[in-house]
């Protein structure tokens, strides 16, 4: 289930209201309305204590694809192209995979049922 904070007019974050876990360890996007030049979404992982007035990806302790460019943002405002940009329908989901011993080890990313890629990060 999903936690949103912050009003239409700014940016906001949605959140998963426990952590993910290796028995929950993934969820998805479906894309509602066109992304344009003002909107932007993304999708990624984020430590629990992460800024609700930035972007995943954009600081420390956080990884994200961001559908409205296209790019991978990995623990700083730096773009990484990644992937295509993403559309009204499209479904997008994040998988995290875990280590045996339960930490968080590479993050998977596919659009429409296809494949975008992956990132390893750091437990």
Not at 13 to 24: F, H, R, Y
Not at 108 to 118: F, H, K, P, Q
Request: with cysteine; glycine share 12%; charged share 20%.
């Amino acid at each position: 289930c999903l936690s949103f904070s912050g009003r239409e007019d700014e940016r906001g974050i949605a959140q998963l209201k426990t952590p993910v876990n290796p028995s929950e360890a993934w969820c998805e996007i479906n894309v509602v309305e066109s992304l344009g030049s003002e909107a932007s979404c993304a999708i990624g992982l984020a430590v629990g204590e992460y800024p609700n007035d930035q972007m995943p990806g954009w600081q420390y302790g956080s990884v994200a694809y961001h559908l409205d460019d296209g790019n991978l943002f990995l623990q700083e405002g730096t773009p990484i192209q990644f992937g295509p940009v993403c559309h009204k329908g499209d479904l997008v989901s994040c998988h995290v995979h875990f280590t045996p011993e339960g930490a968080p080890e590479r993050v998977t990313w596919s659009r429409n049922n296809e494949l975008i890629g992956s990132r390893v990060i750091l437990g």
